[in-house]
Protein backbone atom coordinates (compact mmCIF):
# COMPACT_ATOMS: atom_id res chain seq x y z
CA UNK A 1 0.00 0.00 0.00
CA UNK A 2 3.23 2.42 0.75
CA UNK A 3 4.98 1.57 -2.13
CA UNK A 4 1.40 1.95 -4.46
CA UNK A 5 0.83 5.85 -2.63
CA UNK A 6 4.38 6.77 -3.08
CA UNK A 7 4.14 5.60 -6.82
CA UNK A 8 1.33 7.66 -7.14
CA UNK A 9 2.69 10.42 -5.78
CA UNK A 10 5.52 10.12 -7.85
CA UNK A 11 3.48 9.80 -11.66
CA UNK A 12 1.35 13.42 -9.82
CA UNK A 13 4.64 15.05 -10.18
CA UNK A 14 5.77 13.78 -13.42
CA UNK A 15 2.56 15.24 -14.65
CA UNK A 16 2.85 18.43 -13.15
CA UNK A 17 6.24 18.84 -14.72
CA UNK A 18 4.90 17.69 -17.90
CA UNK A 19 1.89 20.21 -17.83
CA UNK A 20 4.84 22.87 -17.05
CA UNK A 21 6.54 22.02 -19.93
CA UNK A 22 3.65 21.87 -22.57
CA UNK A 23 3.27 25.60 -21.26
CA UNK A 24 6.52 26.48 -22.63
CA UNK A 25 6.51 24.53 -25.95
CA UNK A 26 3.52 26.91 -26.53
CA UNK A 27 4.91 29.67 -25.12
CA UNK A 28 7.79 29.16 -27.60
CA UNK A 29 5.51 28.19 -30.45
CA UNK A 30 4.02 31.79 -30.05
CA UNK A 31 7.14 33.71 -29.28
CA UNK A 32 8.68 34.37 -33.02
CA UNK A 33 5.36 35.66 -33.79
CA UNK A 34 4.60 37.91 -31.00
CA UNK A 35 7.87 39.09 -31.52
CA UNK A 36 7.31 40.04 -35.55
CA UNK A 37 5.22 37.94 -38.43
CA UNK A 38 6.67 34.75 -38.97
CA UNK A 39 6.08 33.33 -42.92
CA UNK A 40 3.73 30.15 -43.21
CA UNK A 41 6.28 28.14 -43.31
CA UNK A 42 8.47 28.87 -40.60
CA UNK A 43 5.63 28.72 -38.31
CA UNK A 44 4.51 25.43 -39.24
CA UNK A 45 8.45 24.15 -39.27
CA UNK A 46 8.49 25.68 -35.26
CA UNK A 47 5.34 24.24 -34.10
CA UNK A 48 6.41 20.99 -36.17
CA UNK A 49 9.93 20.45 -33.76
CA UNK A 50 8.54 21.36 -31.08
CA UNK A 51 5.09 19.41 -30.58
CA UNK A 52 6.62 16.84 -32.01
CA UNK A 53 9.36 16.41 -29.44
CA UNK A 54 6.63 16.85 -26.79
CA UNK A 55 4.16 14.35 -28.29
CA UNK A 56 7.24 12.18 -28.34
CA UNK A 57 8.14 12.52 -24.69
CA UNK A 58 4.93 11.94 -23.42
CA UNK A 59 3.81 8.86 -25.31
CA UNK A 60 7.00 7.60 -23.49
CA UNK A 61 6.11 8.49 -20.42
CA UNK A 62 2.69 7.23 -21.29
CA UNK A 63 3.87 3.84 -22.74
CA UNK A 64 6.27 3.74 -19.26
CA UNK A 65 3.27 4.17 -16.91
CA UNK A 66 1.15 1.29 -18.82
CA UNK A 67 3.70 -0.92 -17.91
CA UNK A 68 2.47 -1.78 -14.35
CA UNK A 69 -0.91 -1.50 -15.30
CA UNK A 70 -2.12 -4.27 -17.22
CA UNK A 71 -0.64 -2.64 -20.68
CA UNK A 72 -2.76 -5.20 -22.75
CA UNK A 73 -5.92 -3.96 -21.68
CA UNK A 74 -5.16 -0.25 -23.80
CA UNK A 75 -4.37 0.35 -27.07
CA UNK A 76 -6.33 0.40 -30.65
CA UNK A 77 -10.14 -0.85 -30.00
CA UNK A 78 -11.83 -1.50 -33.61
CA UNK A 79 -14.77 0.64 -34.14
CA UNK A 80 -17.95 -1.78 -33.94
CA UNK A 81 -21.08 -0.96 -33.55
CA UNK A 82 -20.74 -0.46 -29.29
CA UNK A 83 -17.77 2.08 -29.90
CA UNK A 84 -19.89 3.83 -32.53
CA UNK A 85 -22.71 4.54 -30.52
CA UNK A 86 -20.63 5.48 -27.31
CA UNK A 87 -18.84 8.34 -29.59
CA UNK A 88 -22.49 9.56 -30.40
CA UNK A 89 -23.67 9.63 -26.67
CA UNK A 90 -19.97 11.37 -26.29
CA UNK A 91 -20.78 13.85 -29.30
CA UNK A 92 -24.40 14.92 -27.93
CA UNK A 93 -22.67 15.28 -24.29
CA UNK A 94 -20.13 17.98 -25.77
CA UNK A 95 -22.44 19.58 -27.74
CA UNK A 96 -24.73 20.03 -25.23
CA UNK A 97 -21.87 21.18 -22.81
CA UNK A 98 -21.42 23.69 -25.65
CA UNK A 99 -24.73 24.99 -25.66
CA UNK A 100 -25.05 25.02 -22.17
CA UNK A 101 -21.62 27.27 -22.17
CA UNK A 102 -22.90 29.66 -24.79
CA UNK A 103 -26.18 30.63 -22.97
CA UNK A 104 -24.35 31.02 -19.95
CA UNK A 105 -22.66 33.65 -21.77
CA UNK A 106 -25.21 35.25 -23.63
CA UNK A 107 -27.83 35.47 -20.42
CA UNK A 108 -24.97 36.79 -18.82
CA UNK A 109 -25.35 34.74 -15.91
CA UNK A 110 -21.22 34.72 -16.41
CA UNK A 111 -18.93 36.31 -18.24
CA UNK A 112 -16.87 34.29 -20.80
CA UNK A 113 -14.07 32.29 -19.45
CA UNK A 114 -10.26 33.64 -19.03
CA UNK A 115 -9.32 31.14 -21.32
CA UNK A 116 -11.21 31.52 -23.82
CA UNK A 117 -10.91 35.28 -24.62
CA UNK A 118 -7.18 35.07 -24.45
CA UNK A 119 -7.29 32.52 -27.23
CA UNK A 120 -9.33 35.09 -29.50
CA UNK A 121 -6.56 37.81 -28.21
CA UNK A 122 -3.90 35.38 -28.77
CA UNK A 123 -5.44 34.59 -32.19
CA UNK A 124 -5.45 38.27 -33.20
CA UNK A 125 -1.68 38.84 -32.84
CA UNK A 126 -0.41 34.67 -33.80
CA UNK A 127 -3.44 33.15 -36.24
CA UNK A 128 -1.39 30.40 -37.81
CA UNK A 129 0.35 29.47 -34.59
CA UNK A 130 -2.70 29.82 -32.33
CA UNK A 131 -4.57 27.60 -34.86
CA UNK A 132 -1.85 24.81 -34.84
CA UNK A 133 -1.75 25.04 -31.24
CA UNK A 134 -5.51 24.65 -30.62
CA UNK A 135 -6.67 22.27 -33.34
CA UNK A 136 -3.65 20.47 -33.84
CA UNK A 137 -1.06 19.83 -30.95
CA UNK A 138 -3.52 20.56 -27.98
CA UNK A 139 -5.47 17.54 -28.28
CA UNK A 140 -3.11 14.75 -28.39
CA UNK A 141 -1.23 16.48 -26.00
CA UNK A 142 -4.03 16.67 -23.30
CA UNK A 143 -5.18 13.78 -23.82
CA UNK A 144 -2.14 11.81 -23.09
CA UNK A 145 -1.69 14.49 -20.00
CA UNK A 146 -5.12 14.36 -18.45
CA UNK A 147 -6.06 10.99 -19.81
CA UNK A 148 -3.11 8.95 -20.55
CA UNK A 149 -0.93 10.23 -17.83
CA UNK A 150 -3.04 11.47 -15.27
CA UNK A 151 -5.51 8.59 -14.78
CA UNK A 152 -2.57 6.11 -15.09
CA UNK A 153 -1.49 7.59 -12.11
CA UNK A 154 -3.80 5.64 -9.78
CA UNK A 155 -3.42 1.91 -9.91
CA UNK A 156 -5.82 -0.56 -10.81
CA UNK A 157 -7.21 0.98 -14.01
CA UNK A 158 -8.94 -2.07 -14.88
CA UNK A 159 -10.84 -1.99 -11.95
CA UNK A 160 -14.48 -0.29 -12.16
CA UNK A 161 -14.16 2.14 -8.52
CA UNK A 162 -10.02 3.27 -9.45
CA UNK A 163 -11.40 4.09 -12.96
CA UNK A 164 -13.92 6.10 -11.72
CA UNK A 165 -11.87 7.95 -9.23
CA UNK A 166 -9.45 8.72 -11.58
CA UNK A 167 -11.65 9.66 -14.11
CA UNK A 168 -13.18 12.39 -11.46
CA UNK A 169 -9.71 13.71 -10.25
CA UNK A 170 -8.88 13.88 -14.06
CA UNK A 171 -11.67 16.10 -15.13
CA UNK A 172 -11.76 18.65 -12.10
CA UNK A 173 -8.03 18.94 -12.76
CA UNK A 174 -8.52 19.51 -16.57
CA UNK A 175 -11.12 22.16 -15.33
CA UNK A 176 -8.84 24.02 -13.60
CA UNK A 177 -6.15 23.95 -16.01
CA UNK A 178 -8.33 25.94 -17.94
CA UNK A 179 -10.25 28.19 -15.65
CA UNK A 180 -10.30 28.80 -11.54
CA UNK A 181 -12.10 28.71 -8.53
CA UNK A 182 -12.81 32.36 -8.89
CA UNK A 183 -14.89 31.79 -12.23
CA UNK A 184 -17.53 28.65 -11.27
CA UNK A 185 -19.73 28.48 -13.76
CA UNK A 186 -16.89 28.11 -16.57
CA UNK A 187 -14.94 25.26 -14.09
CA UNK A 188 -18.14 23.33 -14.09
CA UNK A 189 -18.46 23.82 -18.17
CA UNK A 190 -14.56 22.56 -18.11
CA UNK A 191 -15.16 19.68 -15.86
CA UNK A 192 -18.23 18.36 -17.40
CA UNK A 193 -16.19 18.30 -20.38
CA UNK A 194 -13.19 16.68 -18.90
CA UNK A 195 -15.97 14.00 -17.63
CA UNK A 196 -17.10 13.41 -21.36
CA UNK A 197 -13.08 12.80 -22.30
CA UNK A 198 -12.68 10.78 -19.03
CA UNK A 199 -15.34 9.06 -19.91
CA UNK A 200 -14.49 8.25 -23.29
CA UNK A 201 -10.91 7.25 -21.89
CA UNK A 202 -12.27 4.62 -19.65
CA UNK A 203 -15.27 2.88 -21.94
CA UNK A 204 -12.74 2.71 -24.83
CA UNK A 205 -9.37 2.22 -23.32
CA UNK A 206 -7.64 3.92 -26.84
CA UNK A 207 -6.90 7.32 -26.74
CA UNK A 208 -7.89 8.15 -30.36
CA UNK A 209 -11.22 8.23 -29.53
CA UNK A 210 -10.75 10.90 -26.81
CA UNK A 211 -8.24 12.82 -29.76
CA UNK A 212 -10.86 12.94 -32.28
CA UNK A 213 -13.42 14.45 -29.59
CA UNK A 214 -10.93 17.04 -28.91
CA UNK A 215 -10.24 17.83 -31.94
CA UNK A 216 -13.87 18.28 -32.93
CA UNK A 217 -14.40 20.27 -29.66
CA UNK A 218 -11.65 22.57 -30.73
CA UNK A 219 -12.15 23.14 -34.12
CA UNK A 220 -16.05 23.81 -33.42
CA UNK A 221 -15.15 26.16 -30.40
CA UNK A 222 -12.69 28.21 -32.53
CA UNK A 223 -14.62 27.90 -35.91
CA UNK A 224 -18.11 27.64 -35.24
Known amino acids: MRRQVGLTIGRLFIVAGLFILYQLVSAFVLAPNLIRPQTVTASALWFTVLYGGLLLALWRVYQFFLRDD ?26 LVQVAS ?5 WQVTPEAQNQADLIEMMQQAPLPMVLITVVGAPPVEELLFRGLLMHSFPHQDR ?17 AHTGFTD ?14 AATYAYTRDLRYDIGLHFLNNFAALFL
Do not use: E
Open 70 to 95: KPQLYGLRRFDAPVARFMALMVAALV
Open 160 to 176: VGWRVASGVTSSVLFGL
Open 184 to 197: PLNLVIYVAMGGVF
Open 102 to 106: SLLIS
